[in-house]
């Protein structure tokens, strides 16, 4: 099989020649510059690394890097161009370096020794808001057709060399977007209190998704075979709001939004979707408005337990990470460790296909270089059907 027929075998619930692999095709199943570097230098290599995204640091991870560890994905969107200009408009103060982004939300990150961009602003005051406070909000530029052409090229490119093609969403989930333009706690506040403002402000980043996607979808629809979306609500230990709250009012915008991707193309698209942390209890609520594959799966969050999940859910969802934990074995295990880590996860959610083996989140900072092959020389060994 080649990649993309890997992919689309798992997809669809059978088994292929072996487990598929991804690093860098979903939004979050990439890696941080730092262990990047220390990758690269563990292989006795220096190059210049790019940071794809500039909140969550990740790195552009080479091509030829993804083609020696034999990465079935390729992913298409605007993250790179983004980061770029963000890069350029970088200002300081005191300690920080920050920026402040389309919807007006300021993120800043420590000049020494921080990792990440962290939100220290967000647009929209914590006092009470208004209608006119949230339709004053202008939000991100949809992409030129030029900035279209390109990415068709390269999606092209990567379905003519028989990789599967992501395109990845817009940036945030319509959940997520609410919370770090309003702040957490007020959104909260306002689902309950003031749940037509609240309902407001979703409607808004909905809309905003949904001619990303008509426009993106239009030109290349028939070359992607996955929409990476998602929406984090949950923390390790149970849901941000309660089933009811997320039924109520979310749902129903996370199937009309997979509805609107769907209908945005007259090929047939898989839907990713990304939800860190103790998601369980909405699972079955994910796969009844549309989506295809779960992740990050994040084994040690309450309720996470990968066989219970393949033994539950694995007939009707994928399951797109998992594959090793990166909160305590991947950083801090010995290569041992990860290796049984690994083992362990695959006999748990490979069998019948379903299973895509990316780590849980992104390859974070202090993971050492020999985790990430111990990691890598597992799958060789264990994901073979």
Known sequence: MNSRERVLAA???REPDRVPFDLGGAPNAGIHADAYRNLLRY??????????????????????????LGVDFRRVDFSFSTTERRLRELQEEEKYTFFIDEWGIKWAKPKKGGLYYDMKRHALPASQITADDIDALKGPALPSRDEVRVLKKKAETYKENGFAVV???????????ACWIRGHQNFFIDMVSRPALAERLLRKILSY????????LSELGDLVDV?????DVATQERLMISPELYRRMLKPLHR???KGIRESTKEHIFIH???????????????DVGVDALNPV?????GMDTKQLKKEFGKDITFWGGGVDTQHVLPHGTPEEVKDEVKRRIEDLAPGGGFIFATVHNIQADVPPENIMAMWEALQEYGEY
Not at 49 to 68: G, H, N, S
Not at 209 to 216: D, I, P, V
Not at 227 to 231: F, L
């Open 256 to 258: 009309e939004l997979i």
């Open 11 to 13: 997809l669809q619930h």
């Open 298 to 302: 994040q084994v040690n969050a309450a």
């Open 209 to 216: 998704k949904l001619k990303y996607y008509e426009l993106m």
């Open 273 to 287: 979707f990304h939800s860190c942390g103790a998601i369980r209890e909405l699972i079955p609520d994910l796969i």
């Open 167 to 177: 395109l990845d969403g817009t940036g945030g989930g319509i959940f997520e977007w």
């Open 43 to 68: 292989w006795g290599e220096e190059r210049e690394i790019k940071i794809e995204d500039i909140v969550t640091q990740k790195a552009l991870i080479d091509e030829d890097v993804l083609r020696r």
């Open 227 to 231: 929409v990476a979306e998602g929406d």
